[in-house]
Nanobody, 118 residues
Framework: QVQLVESGGGLVQAGGSLRLSCAASRIILSSNNMGWYRQAPGKQRELVAMITGSGRTNYADSVKGRFTISRDNAKNTVYLQMNSLKPEDTAVYYC????????????WGQGTQVTVSS
């Protein structure tokens, strides 16, 4: 069974940085589109960043220039480097895997809380 396990969340002051990790098992990263989503209280889950199987990346406008998604195929891990964090980045961050971009994610992690204080 595919497992996605996030880590690296926590409490940070505005302007600070965090790096989230998503350790994947029973899935080949280079054959899937891996994403990071987030959900703030009372809001819908939204896509933050994605890296396709071929390595193309895309980002939500709200995080462009501040967040970077990457993957290490040897470690089967996807990362989200978050810099210049803002209070509005506070949310539960979820890792996802999807075989087709035209469909919703096939798998989700359990989520990791990121809280940015002002």
């Amino acid at each position: 069974q595919v497992q996605l396990v996030e880590s690296g969340g926590g409490l940070v002051q505005a302007g600070g940085s965090l790096r989230l990790s998503c350790a994947a098992s029973r899935i080949i990263l280079s054959s899937n589109n891996m994403g990071w989503y987030r959900q703030a209280p009372g809001k819908q889950r939204e896509l933050v960043a994605m890296i396709t199987g071929s390595g193309r990346t895309n980002y939500a406008d709200s995080v462009k220039g501040r967040f970077t998604i990457s993957r290490d195929n040897a470690k089967n891990t996807v990362y989200l480097q978050m810099n210049s964090l803002k209070p509005e980045d506070t949310a539960v961050y979820y890792c996802s895997a999807q075989s087709l971009l035209s469909r919703p994610p096939d798998y989700w992690g359990q989520g990791t809380q990121v809280t940015v204080s002002s």
